[in-house]
Nanobody
Framework: QVRLVESGGGLVQAGGSLRLSCAGS????????MGWFRQAPGKEREFVAA????????SYADSTKGRFTISRDNGNNMVYLQMNSLKPEDTAVYYC???????????WGQGTQVTVSS
């Protein structure tokens, strides 16, 4: 099992940048595909980005591709989300998640709020 804690959220103006961090305790991150999701008020939780366990490849939602970058440090059990060129529509609670079984995001953090002002 792994426990996840996000940090780094806050208030930023449109066009600005933020870097979210996700710290894990328990089993080493190398066993997991790690991802970021977000949920805006009144909307369903949506996929943002993932760093796959095998091969080191990454995936992004169309809405974040080219602006957000996911990275991981397995040795320190950390995952990061660098967010650039932020837009008001990026405002949401951002969650870190871990996938041990393919297709099952079984572990979640508590979330961190990101607010982008126009």
């Amino acid at each position: 099992q792994v426990r996840l804690v996000e940090s780094g959220g806050g208030l930023v103006q449109a066009g600005g940048s933020l870097r979210l961090s996700c710290a894990g305790s328990g089993r080493t991150f190398s066993f997991y595909t790690m991802g970021w999701f977000r949920q805006a008020p009144g909307k369903e939780r949506e996929f943002v980005a993932a760093s796959w366990r095998s091969g080191g490849s990454t995936s992004y939602a169309d809405s974040t591709k080219g602006r957000f970058t996911i990275s991981r440090d397995n040795g320190n059990n950390m995952v990061y989300l660098q967010m650039n060129s932020l837009k008001p529509e990026d405002t949401a609670v951002y969650y870190c998640a871990a996938q041990e079984v393919v297709g099952n995001w079984g572990y979640w953090g508590q979330g961190t709020q990101v607010t982008v002002s126009s």
